[in-house]
């Protein structure tokens, strides 16, 4: 299929030299000039792997706080039941229930961004693996989406915090940002997000670990950046 391209596009375009690795401050820069929607663009990120992901100990996965935030606002459901019903909707979560909330999915409703359960509910939200688990919303110890401290998640995932993983490709697209973020506040995440996939690298790893980095807006031209300088305070 041959992607047509628009002349607001092509304009954009000139600005990225083909093949060039750019340091990080230079793509948020570039990322920057080249976004040309009317709306706030998202600025968006794509690390491709040096990884296997057939195999169980390569799954890259993990979550991690953007300083600056991620510039949308999120709609989290909670499936718990008794006390940690109500600490769920004191702390901001704009869904709340147990088997009737899973019921409800169960019937096709999926009006969230995410879904955090207690672990006492898990074994009836398993239920629901086949639907969630294609949209990516399925609740996961280890992103932190399964827990009793239902408070504590909710601020943070309401305040920035992110779930990021590899696809079955060894790519991992995860959000930055807004193009309407200054320069600094894209830096700071940016170099969030490349501490946090660094860290989760496989033991079991050999050789390249950052194969590309690729920075881009909603809708402008891709950027990209040089995986040597991908780690954190890499501002130059």
Not at 138 to 164: H, R
Not at 210 to 219: A, D, G, P, R, V
Request: glycine letters at 12%; proline letters at 4%.
């Amino acid at each position: 299929m041959v992607t047509v391209r628009g002349k607001k596009f092509k304009e954009k375009a000139k600005l990225v030299v083909k093949g060039k690795l750019y340091a990080p401050a230079e793509a948020v820069k570039l990322v920057k000039q080249s976004a040309f929607a009317k709306f706030d663009e998202t600025v968006d990120m794509a690390a491709v792997l040096g990884i296997d992901p057939k195999k169980g100990g390569e799954n890259v996965r993990g979550t991690v706080a953007l300083p600056a935030g991620t510039g949308k606002k999120i709609k989290i459901g909670v499936i718990a039941k008794g006390e940690k019903v109500a600490e769920a909707e004191k702390a901001g979560a704009d869904f709340v229930g147990g088997d009737d909330l899973i019921e409800k999915i169960k019937g096709g409703w999926l009006d969230f961004d995410m879904l955090i359960s207690t672990p006492d509910m898990m074994a009836s939200v398993g239920k629901l693996g086949k639907m969630l688990g294609a949209k990516g919303l399925m609740p996961n110890p280890k992103s932190g989406t399964v827990t009793f401290d239902i408070a504590k998640t909710i601020s943070e995932f309401k305040a920035g915090k992110i779930e990021f993983r590899a696809d079955k490709t060894g790519v991992v697209h995860i959000k930055v940002g807004k193009v309407s973020f200054d320069e600094g506040a894209l830096m700071k995440n940016l170099n969030a997000l490349f501490e946090a996939i660094n860290k989760a690298k496989p033991s079991s790893v050999k050789g390249t670990y950052i194969k590309s980095l690729t920075l881009s807006s909603t809708m402008g031209p891709a950027v990209k950046i040089d995986p040597r300088k991908a780690s954190a305070g890499a501002a130059e």
